[in-house]
């Protein structure tokens, strides 16, 4: 009785071993898709942001642009054929014409 016991018990215990490593393999290996999960994520939203951050430093330096040439007098049409923006496009970024 008491062999079938210990081998009872070593049978739980291989069994609890097995159960261990599958599972600390299965961390190893979310803990890696994870990670390379992140860098792709985190690559496509850092080129999102450096794209909007790009489109509005450029917005900014035209807005500037334009800003300077109305402080200077010049006509909206002499500014619209310099920058090749439309009187819409003007209007939207100056928000200072009729």
């Given amino acids: 009785e008491r062999l079938d016991y210990n081998k009872y018990q070593k049978s739980l215990h291989e069994q609890a071993s097995a159960y261990e490593s599958t599972y600390v393999i299965g961390r190893i290996e979310g803990k890696k898709e994870g990670k390379i999960e992140g860098k792709i994520e985190g690559k496509k939203e850092g ?3 450096g794209k909007k951050e790009a489109e509005k430093k450029a917005n ?3 807005k500037n642009m334009v800003e300077s040439l ?3 007098n ?3 049409q002499t ?3 310099s920058t090749g923006l439309t009187e819409k496009e003007l209007l939207k970024l100056t928000n200072q014409w009729d």
Wanted: cysteine-free.
């Fill in 47 to 49: 080129k999102i942001e």
């Fill in 79 to 81: 500014i619209k054929l």
């Fill in 60 to 62: 900014d330096k035209l």
């Fill in 70 to 72: 109305l402080k200077s």
């Fill in 74 to 76: 010049v006509d909206k």
